[in-house]
Antibody, heavy 120, light 107 residues
């Protein structure tokens, strides 16, 4: 059974760094073709892909935020991480992590999401 | 970036009606297209992957099709539980991009 769960700070102030953790089970990020992505959704709005990390440690970022994003993984502990630097109110959103496979067409399993509010 | 233009933005349909939602890709994406359903307060659920393949556990009334760079999601007989927001996603090239969403309600 594949599960993913996001965790984060809840609230942070502008200019701080947002650190998110995705803890998953039922698959391994050391398995060929496996990946984890981060997607966010401001309240009442659509979905925005942020970054993917792959089994071979390859990483891809959304160019619109690339300089602010860092994705990483801890394969031994079944976790993936995302850092967003210099946050502002536009980063307020629900953040999801989701499993993907290099040869499939999308994200097949999603976490429940974690709400992050940026406010002074 | 590849743009995914989804239509309609909202849709009201009756029980047992056939519903079709479309996504137009700004360039060729092959079959790298997925469809998702999202209910209020929940994470998106994969319905269709690879443009036409039904995801595990999804009812057969959902189907996906492709004509060139236009992709369609069809619900053959709308049920109460099918209300929600539907999104398409292209994963042909980075960055993956979502359609703007279609809000489906019961009439």
């Amino acid at each position: 059974q594949v599960t993913l769960k996001e965790s984060g700070p809840g609230i942070l102030q502008p200019s701080q760094t947002l650190s998110l953790t995705c803890t998953f089970s039922g698959f391994s990020l050391s398995t060929y073709g496996m990946g984890v992505g981060w997607i966010r959704q401001p309240s009442g709005k659509g979905l925005e892909w942020l970054a993917n990390i792959w089994w071979d440690d390859d990483k891809y970022y959304n160019p619109s935020l690339k300089n602010r994003l860092t994705i990483s993984k801890d394969t031994s502990n079944n976790q993936a991480f995302l850092k967003i630097t210099n946050v502002d109110t536009a980063d307020t959103a629900t953040y999801y992590c989701a499993r993907t496979h290099y040869y499939s067409g999308g994200f097949d399993y999603w976490g429940q999401g974690v709400m992050v509010t940026v406010s002074s | 970036d590849i743009q995914m233009t989804q239509s309609p933005a909202s849709l009201s349909a009756s029980l047992e009606e056939i519903v079709t939602i479309t996504c137009q890709a700004s360039q060729d994406i092959g079959n790298w297209l997925a469809w998702y359903q999202q209910k209020p307060g929940k994470s998106p659920q994969l319905l269709i992957h690879s443009a036409t393949s039904l995801a595990d556990g999804i009812p057969s009334r959902f189907s996906g099709s492709r004509s060139g760079t236009q992709y369609s999601l069809k619900i053959s007989r709308l049920q109460v539980e099918d209300t929600g927001i539907y999104y398409c996603l292209q994963r042909y090239s980075n960055p993956p991009t979502f359609g703007g969403g279609t809000k489906l309600e019961l009439k």
